[in-house]
């Protein structure tokens, strides 16, 4: 676990992430999902290596599993928005998949009104956590609108 990644140690928690072990943790500061992934990308390069970008990325895509983005709403709470997952590499790009996120309905009495709800995508590492005995049930994938919100 890596309390907040800031600079070039980003690189030391890659190749920690990357030895094998399951079950990392860290928290970078960025503006949504997708841009947590640049960051980390950045703060690598600052490390003064000589890696080749697409060698940075394919670590950052085989270390994450999921980014969980947090924001400031306008009300000064702060929530969950996006849990998306990070599949894999195609080309030079980093693949990610909106799981779940928050839509915003509105603001009363100054609060930001809305709702989580998944966006119907069963994520690919599903079948990992179903072998380590974790059993997540489907209805939790489906989208506000068709299931309960038990969640």
């Known amino acids: 676990m890596v309390g907040e990644v800031r600079g070039a140690e980003a690189l030391d928690m ?30 690598v390069l600052m490390a003064g290596m000589d890696l080749p970008l697409r060698a940075i990325r394919e670590q ?4 994450f599993d999921l ?37 915003q309905t509105g603001m009363h009495n100054n609060r930001v009104e809305g709702y989580f709800t998944a966006t119907g995508v069963r994520p690919k590492f599903m079948e990992k956590l179903e072998s380590a005995g974790l059993f997540v049930p489907p209805e939790m994938f489906q989208p506000a609108s068709q299931a309960k919100r038990r969640w």
């Open 14 to 43: 890659l190749q920690a992430m990357n030895t094998g072990h399951d079950g990392s943790l860290t928290t970078v500061h960025s503006n949504s999902a997708r841009d947590t992934l640049h960051r980390v990308e950045t703060m």
């Open 60 to 63: 950052i895509a085989s270390a």
């Open 67 to 103: 980014v969980v983005h947090l924001e400031r709403m306008a009300d000064g709470v702060r929530r969950v928005v996006q849990i998306t997952e990070v599949q894999s590499m195609e080309g030079d790009i980093i693949v990610m998949q909106d799981i779940f996120r928050y839509v």
